[in-house]
């Protein structure tokens, strides 16, 4: 079997307990909505899958790119779609037990910690950062990573500012890796990932859905 990087073997501990916890998290859905008996083996088959994923799993620079933690914190839904996929579930299934479960596990996490985090995200520290890693991006470094660019707000927008990202690290490991038709289960994940935090995400097209760019759009939820 192919290696994994060393950073991500670095994560693989962490990264393996998160997925232990989602199938923790799902089991209920699985046994309820897909009518899988079998739920060890469905779990053992997953956590084999994953240790697959981990080794397709490219390089995109490591701590020093803030996209290495998109892929550690959700590459391991492609292995749960490939498994789910293989046992005849239907895709909008599988989609929404994926996005519920991952709701569920983002709400294990304390509301201040999980509010404070959407503030160091939204504030100006951040969004300086934001602009210095989008022009950086355009130099692709790692050819699997993401490529973006940082929108400031129009005269009359309502957002705070916004992310067009012209390349997906997800879209590139999809199409090398024959995952294409559970791509959007990804994308589909980013509207809680934002919301538990407290950050209003608006987007009306992505690259999975073959538009030329993601248009992420940013705001403090009205709670905030």
């Given at each position: 079997m192919a290696e994994i990087h060393p950073f991500y073997e670095q994560h693989r501990g962490a990264m393996e307990a998160a997925m232990r916890h989602r199938l923790d998290l799902a089991e209920a859905m699985l046994s309820e909505r897909a009518h899988l008996s079998d739920i060890d083996g469905i779990r053992q088959e997953v956590m084999d899958e994953f240790e697959i994923v981990l080794t397709q799993m490219p390089y995109v620079g490591g701590a020093a790119s803030?996209?290495?933690d998109f892929f550690m914190r959700l590459i391991g839904f492609m292995a749960i779609s490939r498994v789910l996929r293989r046992h005849g579930m239907s895709l909008p299934v599988i989609g929404e037990i994926e996005r519920e479960t991952y709701k569920a596990q983002l709400l294990t996490v304390p509301e201040a910690e999980r509010l404070a985090s959407g503030r160091q995200f939204m504030s100006a520290e951040n969004q300086a950062l934001?602009?210095?890693?989008?022009?950086?991006?355009?130099?692709q470094e790692f050819p699997e990573d993401f490529v973006y660019d940082f929108v400031e707000?129009?005269?009359g927008d309502k957002f705070e500012f916004g992310i067009?990202?012209?390349?997906?690290?997800?879209?590139k490991f999809a199409a090398r890796h024959g995952d294409k038709e559970i791509l959007p289960h990804i994308c589909g994940l980013d509207f809680d990932a934002y919301a538990t935090r407290g950050i209003h995400l608006e987007r009306t097209q992505t690259l999975a859905g073959g538009a030329g760019h993601c248009n992420f759009r940013f705001s403090r939820l009205a709670s905030e």
């Open positions: 803030r996209m290495s934001l602009r210095e890693q989008a022009a950086k991006s355009h130099q707000p129009d005269t067009n990202y012209k390349a997906c690290g997800f879209c």
